[in-house]
């Protein structure tokens, strides 16, 4: 019974040493550079808004005065035809204008909607370029080579285990019938 116990805690401390120098250690590195740069500008802004424009144009027509009244009456009619053509009116955003010929009072009229309009304009007047360099720590994972005494733990507790693995073999022998 006295030599089962050894037998158990001789596992035992072989199992620690061989899982305590199992793999390579790692251990964390950190030094990083960044670099930032900052440009920064003095610059001037001016605009100039016009304002919206409503434009009126009225223009007689001159009617046909030669003598000859039939002669007037056909030249004033085909003028009356053609600048009753003309009647035309666009549309877009703010902006419109209208053209229409008056019939009765025999004049042409033009109406005009500009809408304000804005100009701006923009000087540098001095830039400044700035570079800064920080450094900011990021850890990075590093593998460490195994010492000597980390290999030598490992090949102990290897022997250990083989030692033990004989031991129980030869312990199982003496207690079964099957190997004797």
Do not use: H
């Not at 802004?45 to 144009?57: E, G, M």
């Not at 053209?99 to 400044?128: C, G, H, R, S």
Request: charged letters at 25%.
């Amino acid at each position: 019974m006295r030599k089962s116990i050894q037998y158990v805690m001789l596992f035992i401390a072989s199992c620690i040493l061989f899982t305590g120098c199992s793999s390579t250690k790692k251990m964390m590195q950190e030094n990083t550079l960044l670099k930032t740069e900052i440009q920064k500008r003095d610059s001037i802004k001016s605009t100039v808004v016009n304002q919206a424009i409503n434009d009126k144009l009225i223009t007689p027509i001159v009617q046909s005065n030669t003598g000859n009244a039939v002669f007037d009456s056909l030249v004033n009619a085909k003028v009356d035809e053609i600048l009753s053509k003309l009647n035309t009116s666009k549309n877009s955003g703010d902006n419109s204008y209208k053209l229409i010929y008056d019939k009765l009072t025999k004049q042409l009229e033009f109406y005009a909607q500009i809408a304000q309009t804005k100009n701006e304009n923009t000087a540098i007047k001095e830039q400044k370029t700035k570079t800064i360099i920080q450094v900011k720590k990021i850890p990075v994972l590093v593998k460490k080579p195994l010492s000597k005494l980390e290999k030598f733990f490992i090949g102990l507790g290897i022997l250990a285990i083989i030692y033990i693995g004989f031991k129980v073999v030869g312990f199982i022998r003496r207690k079964t019938s099957v190997w004797v």
